[in-house]
């Protein structure tokens, strides 16, 4: 869906260096998701974030990896000292705020790619 | 734990040929949803059928659920080449309802040829 704005497409980091990846939700969407995508692999979930607050890091790597979604701006993923294991489709998704069963929309993806 | 298990893993017909796929879990769920993939982007939804759902159909795909075997259904039928993408479900067994927290299977790889 068009409304998720993932930036940029594509990144190149060298080993130990900082990845940053941003995400803009659909228009007045409140529920921010994160997912990672490795090669011929499914989406596997990383962390769930509403407008300040994370409600589920549950897939997030213990270490060198934290997400917000700021009041105002876009949710930002980071990535410290990326690895060559980092190297992924990094794909967020955003959902209204009313409960119930919705679809998430998800943006196109950020590649990463670590050298 | 992976939730989603979709069968085949590749699966190639010839355009017109009807394309089934399937795809099993483990947990009780609220709904069971399918996306779909093109090389290299994001993903667009398909279709989301509830827990209390048995049968859903929308244009050319029909999604059916079994609750009871814990399996979902995806058949595409009149195939064209536009459809050769990754096919995915999708589980949400979160007890808020929503999607919050999909757990998405491997995919099945669909290539249909003209």
């Known amino acids: 869906n068009a409304g998720v704005m993932q930036n940029p497409r594509h990144l190149v980091r060298r080993r130990g260096q900082e990845a940053r990846l941003r995400c803009s939700p659909v228009k007045g969407h409140s529920h921010v998701y994160w997912y990672r995508q490795l090669p011929e692999e499914g989406l596997k979930f990383m962390v769930y974030l509403q407008k300040e607050n994370i409600i589920d890091e549950s897939g997030m790597p213990k270490e060198r990896f934290s997400a917000e979604f700021p009041k105002e701006g876009p949710s930002i993923l980071r990535i410290q000292q990326v690895v060559r294991g980092d190297s992924a489709a990094y794909f967020c998704?955003?959902?209204?705020?009313?409960?119930?069963?919705?679809?998430?929309?998800f943006g196109q993806g950020t590649r990463l790619t670590v050298v | 734990s992976q939730q989603g298990e979709e069968d085949p893993q590749a699966l190639s017909i010839q355009e017109g040929e009807n394309a089934t796929m399937n795809c099993s879990y483990k947990t009780s769920i609220n709904n069971l949803q399918w996306y779909r993939q093109n090389s290299g982007r994001g993903l667009v939804h398909l279709i989301l059928i509830r827990s209390n759902e048995r049968e859903k159909h929308s244009g050319r795909l029909r999604v059916t659920l079994d609750t009871s075997k814990k399996s979902s259904s995806l058949l595409i039928t009149a195939s064209r080449a536009a459809d050769t993408a990754s096919y995915f479900c999708?589980?949400?067994?979160?007890?808020?309802?929503?999607?919050?927290?999909?757990?998405f299977g491997k995919g099945t790889k669909l290539t249909v040829n003209p």
């Open positions: 998704a955003s959902s209204p705020p009313s409960r119930g069963y919705t679809e998430a929309f």
């Open positions: 999708a589980t949400d067994a979160s007890n808020r309802g929503g999607s919050e927290k999909l757990v």
